[in-house]
């Protein structure tokens, strides 16, 4: 199967999931701005709506958005320990999670990137994100990750969008929590290789 990605954004979460499971990978680069793929290609005629992450099954069926795809992937692979089976209430609340990161946490950075958008009106978008966080922050105390002891699909989501604070010079060195999460998470072998595979760290 191919992982269309573009470097640092919310394609990394599957992409730390597919090292997580050891599933078979090609790693396809994008830029998503011009639509095009690394070496020759029209992005969008593989996803119309220009945006990645994207998984292309060996039959060539396209599975797109990240929540969907990083269950599929788990699934595929058994890796219940990543993903809780369907059916069950551990399932339905990893389900939880990940909407959580996806509407609150992830399109809550989005207003912060738009270079269209005023200074008063980021603020207010700012001060919306700061509060999501902290509810993580305030969930992680006594815990090793979102679900508990152990790594699961939401943290490598969680992890993928909170590093979007560094380019964006959003202070979260108070959520003592979320930082000692970050820095847990990113010493796992596949997120490390994940992110050097993407040339977000040497």
Request: hydrophobic share 40%; aromatic share 8%.
């Amino acid at each position: 199967m191919k992982l269309y990605y573009a470097p640092g954004v919310c394609s990394l979460s599957p992409h730390i999931v597919l090292r997580e499971t050891g599933t078979p990978f090609t790693l396809v680069k994008t830029d998503i701005k011009t639509k095009t793929i690394e070496g020759g290609g029209d992005f969008l005629k593989v996803s119309p709506n220009g945006y990645v992450p994207v998984l292309e099954l060996d039959d060539g069926r396209i599975l797109t958005e990240g929540p969907a795809i990083v269950q599929y992937v788990a699934d595929l692979a058994g890796a219940a320990e990543l993903c809780p089976p369907c059916g069950t209430f551990e399932r339905a609340e990893l389900q939880s999670w990940l909407n959580f990161i996806s509407t609150e946490l992830h399109k809550g950075f989005s207003p912060l990137f738009n270079p269209k958008l005023g200074d008063d009106a980021k603020a207010i978008h700012r001060d919306k994100l700061l509060e999501r966080i902290a509810h993580l922050d305030r969930h992680l105390a006594g815990r090793d990750y979102i679900m508990g002891a152990t790594f699961t699909l939401p943290d490598a989501y969680a992890f993928t969008v909170l590093g979007w604070s560094r380019p964006l010079k959003l202070d979260l060195s108070h959520l003592k929590n979320v930082e000692a999460y970050r820095h847990r998470v990113q010493a796992r072998p596949a997120v490390h290789d994940a992110m050097k595979a993407e040339g977000l760290i040497k």
